[in-house]
């Protein structure tokens, strides 16, 4: 089992900024890609950004520029820096990870969503 603990979530007024963080702690040999989801009120979740392994990353091409996806693999920890934030930025942000467990399987984990609130 891999559980991921988010914080960082909360109220801020539009262009400001918002770090949030993902901590996965449990058994496993390796994470993998972990990424950032999030989803509006009355839409489906959607992609945000992801990041290897490796350090190589990918953005929606909504927050591209003004989001930052980042990750210590030391401390199997992913952040996610939000500046310039929008009011179309709210939604409730959810962390995933990809892991492999110590039996070699590979399996897909989500973390429990913190809410994002951008005011005007």
């Known amino acids: 089992q891999v559980q991921l603990v988010e914080s960082g979530g909360g109220l801020v007024q539009a262009g400001g900024s918002l770090r949030l963080s993902c901590a996965a702690s449990g058994t496993f040999f390796r994470i993998n890609t972990m990424g950032w989801y999030r989803q509006p009120p009355g839409k489906q979740r959607e992609l945000v950004a992801y990041?290897?392994?490796?350090?190589?990353?990918n953005y929606a091409d909504s927050v591209t520029g003004r989001f930052t996806i980042s990750r210590d693999n030391a401390k199997n920890t992913m952040y996610l820096q939000m500046n310039s934030l929008k009011p179309e930025d709210t939604a409730v942000y959810y962390c995933?990870?990809?892991?492999?467990?110590?039996?070699?399987?590979?399996?897909?984990?989500w973390g429990q969503g913190t809410q994002v609130t951008v005011s005007s």
């Open positions: 995933n990870a990809d892991a492999l467990i110590l039996t070699m399987r590979q399996y897909d984990y």
């Open positions: 990041i290897t392994s490796g350090g190589n990353t």
